[in-house]
């Protein structure tokens, strides 16, 4: 295979520069059925707690023009079946497997970072960026020392797998929260989760969604999305994995030439489960029809 | 079960039945999926950003080397649906979900069908070659679909409609009651589809059988729970361990 989409996030190489997004790629055996897992850059599996979650009460998801908003809560398998019962049909494909953490104390992110990293995972998200958890997650994610001490402990924990941080777009400040992961040592860092939001059912005058607000997700925030990556990436010198409202291969150039090295695909996947497969697609696409040597060619090549 | 599939179709048929109700015929790009009753296929139309997500139907009959969708208009993805001509192509994704199960020998299949709940509850009439009961509720005459074509599918044909238009006057829920009353209700097992409502009083009777929810769907392939429906032991997957559940699993509130 041609080295022209390679990129690399830390000490990962990957072969192209498409991941899942965390949470809209589950882990993993759905998509398997639409397309070979290992065609992928990385899959980032959906969020996973120490304990299992139950999730938020139904209804948790509405759409809302060219987006969706989502209060799943972070229901997940907890910890001990992910290592047990996931991990190990993902292990099978080609490609580098990405564990998405949320814990509601240091301590907690800690054990999960530590534990994952044992059980060989190639790269760990943080998730301090989940609008839709009551306790720990984006608390982390808007207050710059709890995330300074928050990087600095789970670094300690990590020794095989790279570490990505997923940055809230409700953070002050982007570049400084980008910064001190950073300087922290994280590898990456990954932006933006969702964003929260609320729609109304003006036929029963409530919330649509039980949990009454959510986070907006897809092509509606795909300017904002391109903007904070835009903005991240010139504080930073690590790598940025740039998602938001992604659909095709052009989308994807635009985050590359924002400065993003990466480019993580969620909503999307929900429309058309091959999207991933199409976004690498069309970025090859674009080589070509521009006549770019290589993938990283384009990685913050926006002229000014 | 065969394994669902992405793939495009051709629209060759978008007939109205009456105001609010339609069947589509499509014809897929390859192979026909082999869906079972009870699955169903998201549905939507390639590229579009609004409506972006597509929606959940359930498999209604293949005829004539197409395959059908029953289809009522709601809001913003079944309006342009309704306008679809023949030779538009659309995007689906299927067969999804779990399939009614079929009943242990000896039980008489009862279908219990409100509104279009009937579409799921077609096909599965069809399979039990003429023995089925079938109840179907609606609000008025315009939502009791192909009562012709259902008369020749099924033993017995009982209608309902709350203005008293064609049948018995009343909800399906009461036609039920009905049949059953000085019944031996161990003799059935109930195949119920219709809103919400209709399946939480279905499952408040003590009957054996089952239950097929609605939920919002944004992916129907089990990858975003955001179908979680509450039942006995957990959230669970609409669209993967459902939409079909067995009668008393579904926690309805
Ligand atoms: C497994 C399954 C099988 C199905 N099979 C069939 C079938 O065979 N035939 C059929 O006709 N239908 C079927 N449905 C239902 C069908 O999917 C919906 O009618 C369809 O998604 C409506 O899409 P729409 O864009 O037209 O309506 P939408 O605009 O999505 O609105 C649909 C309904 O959603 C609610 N809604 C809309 N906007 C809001 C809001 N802002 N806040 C809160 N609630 C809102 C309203 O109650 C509205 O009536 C099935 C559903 C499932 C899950
Ligand atoms: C249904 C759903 C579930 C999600 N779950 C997670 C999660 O568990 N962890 C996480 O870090 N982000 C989660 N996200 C956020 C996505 O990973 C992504 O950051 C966001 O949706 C923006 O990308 P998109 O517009 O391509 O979907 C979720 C998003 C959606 C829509
Ligand atoms: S609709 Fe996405 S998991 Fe069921």
Same mark, same amino acid.
């Given at each position: 295979?041609?080295?022209?989409?390679?990129?690399?996030?830390?000490?990962?190489?990957?072969?192209?520069?498409?991941?899942?997004?965390?949470?809209?790629?589950?882990?993993?055996?759905?998509?398997?059925?639409?397309?070979?897992?290992?065609?992928?850059?990385?899959?980032?599996?959906?969020?996973?707690?120490?304990?299992?979650?139950?999730?938020?009460?139904?209804?948790?998801? @509405?759409?809302?023009?060219?987006?969706?908003?989502?209060? @799943?809560?972070?229901? *997940?398998?907890?910890?001990?079946?992910? @290592?047990?019962?996931?991990?190990?049909? &993902?292990?099978?494909?080609?490609?580098?497997? &990405?564990?998405?953490?949320?814990?509601?104390?240091?301590?907690?992110?800690?054990?999960?970072?530590?534990?994952?990293?044992?059980?060989?995972?190639?790269?760990?998200?943080?998730?301090?960026?989940?609008? *839709?958890?009551?306790?720990?997650?984006?608390?982390?994610?808007?207050?710059?020392?709890?995330?300074?001490?928050?990087?600095?402990?789970?670094?300690?924990?990590?020794?095989?797998?790279?570490?990505?941080?997923?940055?809230?777009?409700?953070?002050?400040?982007?570049?400084?929260?980008?910064?001190?992961?950073?300087?922290?040592?994280?590898?990456?860092?990954?932006?933006?989760?969702? &964003?929260?939001?609320?729609?109304?059912?003006?036929?029963?005058?409530?919330?649509? @969604?039980?949990?009454?607000?959510?986070?907006?997700?897809?092509?509606? &925030?795909?300017?904002?999305?391109?903007?904070?990556?835009?903005?991240?990436?010139?504080?930073?010198?690590?790598?940025?994995?740039?998602?938001?409202?992604?659909?095709?291969?052009?989308?994807?150039?635009?985050?590359?030439?924002?400065?993003?090295?990466?480019?993580?695909?969620?909503?999307?996947?929900?429309?058309?489960?091959?999207?991933?497969? *199409?976004?690498?697609?069309?970025?090859?696409?674009?080589?070509?029809?521009?006549?770019?040597?290589?993938?990283?060619?384009?990685?913050?090549?926006?002229?000014? | 079960?065969?394994?669902?599939?992405?793939?495009?179709?051709?629209?060759?048929?978008?007939?109205?039945?009456?105001?609010?109700?339609?069947?589509?015929?499509?014809?897929?790009?390859?192979?026909?999926?082999?869906?079972?009753?009870?699955? $169903?296929?998201?549905?939507? %139309?390639?590229?579009?950003?609004?409506?972006?997500?597509?929606?959940?139907?359930?498999? $209604?009959?293949?005829?004539?080397?197409?395959?059908?969708?029953?289809?009522?208009?709601?809001?913003?993805?079944?309006?342009?649906?309704?306008?679809?001509?023949?030779?538009?192509?659309?995007?689906? +994704?299927?067969?999804?979900? !779990?399939?009614?199960?079929?009943?242990?020998?000896?039980?008489?299949?009862?279908?219990?069908?409100?509104?279009?709940? %009937?579409?799921?509850?077609?096909?599965?009439?069809?399979?039990?070659?003429? #023995?089925?009961?079938?109840?179907?509720?609606?609000?008025?005459?315009?939502?009791?679909?192909?009562? #012709? #074509?259902?008369?020749? +599918?099924?033993?017995?044909?009982?209608?309902?409609? !709350?203005?008293?238009?064609?049948?018995?006057?009343?909800?399906? +829920?009461?036609?039920?009651?009905?049949?059953?009353?000085?019944?031996?209700?161990?003799?059935?097992?109930?195949?119920?589809?219709?809103?919400?409502?209709?399946?939480?009083?279905?499952?408040?009777?003590?009957? #054996?059988?089952?239950?097929?929810?609605?939920?919002?769907?944004?992916?129907? %392939?089990?990858?975003?729970?955001?179908?979680?429906?509450?039942?006995?032991?957990?959230?669970?997957?609409?669209?993967?361990?459902?939409?079909?559940?067995?009668?008393?699993?579904?926690? $309805?509130?």
């Amino acid at each position: 295979m041609s080295k022209r989409l390679e990129v690399k996030i830390g000490k990962l190489t990957l072969k192209n520069p498409v991941m899942t997004a965390s949470g809209t790629a589950g882990y993993g055996a759905e998509l398997s059925e639409f397309f070979d897992l290992s065609r992928l850059g990385a899959i980032v599996l959906k969020g996973i707690s120490l304990k299992p979650w139950p999730g938020n009460p139904p209804p948790r998801i @509405i759409e809302t023009p060219s987006g969706m908003i989502n209060a @799943i809560g972070l229901q *997940n398998v907890g910890l001990k079946a992910f @290592i047990d019962e996931k991990l190990p049909f &993902i292990k099978k494909f080609d490609v580098p497997v &990405i564990a998405n953490v949320l814990g509601t104390t240091v301590g907690e992110y800690a054990k999960l970072a530590s534990r994952l990293d044992e059980a060989g995972v190639d790269g760990i998200e943080l998730n301090v960026s989940c609008p *839709n958890v009551k306790k720990g997650g984006i608390a982390f994610g808007l207050d710059l020392k709890a995330f300074y001490k928050l990087i600095r402990k789970v670094r300690g924990c990590v020794k095989q797998a790279i570490l990505i941080v997923k940055l809230s777009p409700g953070a002050p400040d982007i570049c400084e929260f980008s910064r001190a992961a950073e300087d922290e040592g994280a590898d990456a860092i990954s932006l933006i989760n969702t &964003i929260p939001a609320m729609e109304i059912d003006i036929s029963c005058r409530k919330p649509s @969604i039980k949990n009454v607000i959510g986070g907006l997700s897809g092509p509606a &925030i795909m300017p904002i999305a391109l903007r904070m990556v835009f903005q991240a990436s010139r504080a930073v010198k690590i790598p940025v994995i740039g998602m938001g409202g992604i659909r095709a291969g052009e989308d994807a150039v635009k985050f590359l030439l924002a400065g993003a090295t990466a480019v993580a695909v969620g909503t999307a996947i929900f429309v058309n489960p091959r999207a991933p497969i *199409n976004v690498i697609e069309g970025i090859e696409d674009y080589l070509k029809r521009f006549n770019v040597e290589k993938v990283s060619d384009l990685i913050g090549g926006l002229q000014l | 079960m065969s394994s669902p599939s992405l793939f495009k179709a051709k629209v060759i048929k978008n007939a109205r039945l009456n105001v609010e109700h339609f069947i589509l015929s499509v014809r897929p790009e390859g192979i026909m999926p082999a869906a079972q009753p009870g699955q $169903f296929f998201m549905l939507g %139309i390639p590229g579009r950003l609004d409506p972006l997500l597509k929606r959940p139907f359930g498999y $209604f009959r293949v005829k004539e080397d197409a395959l059908e969708f029953l289809y009522r208009l709601r809001g913003k993805a079944t309006a342009i649906m309704s306008v679809l001509d023949a030779g538009d192509e659309v995007e689906i +994704i299927g067969p999804l979900g !779990e399939p009614y199960p079929l009943p242990k020998p000896k039980k008489v299949p009862l279908l219990v069908a409100g509104g279009t709940g %009937i579409a799921s509850l077609y096909p599965l009439a069809d399979a039990f070659g003429g #023995e089925a009961l079938i109840l179907y509720g609606g609000r008025n005459s315009d939502e009791l679909l192909l009562t #012709e #074509e259902l008369r020749g +599918i099924c033993r017995v044909l009982g209608l309902a409609t !709350e203005d008293g238009s064609v049948g018995v006057k009343g909800t399906v +829920i009461d036609l039920l009651k009905e049949f059953l009353a000085g019944k031996n209700k161990n003799r059935h097992v109930v195949y119920a589809c219709g809103p919400r409502g209709m399946l939480k009083a279905v499952s408040e009777l003590g009957l #054996e059988g089952y239950v097929s929810v609605e939920e919002r769907m944004a992916c129907g %392939i089990g990858v975003c729970l955001g179908c979680a429906v509450k039942t006995s032991t957990g959230h669970k997957r609409a669209c993967k361990e459902g939409p079909v559940f067995r009668i008393g699993e579904v926690v $309805f509130e």
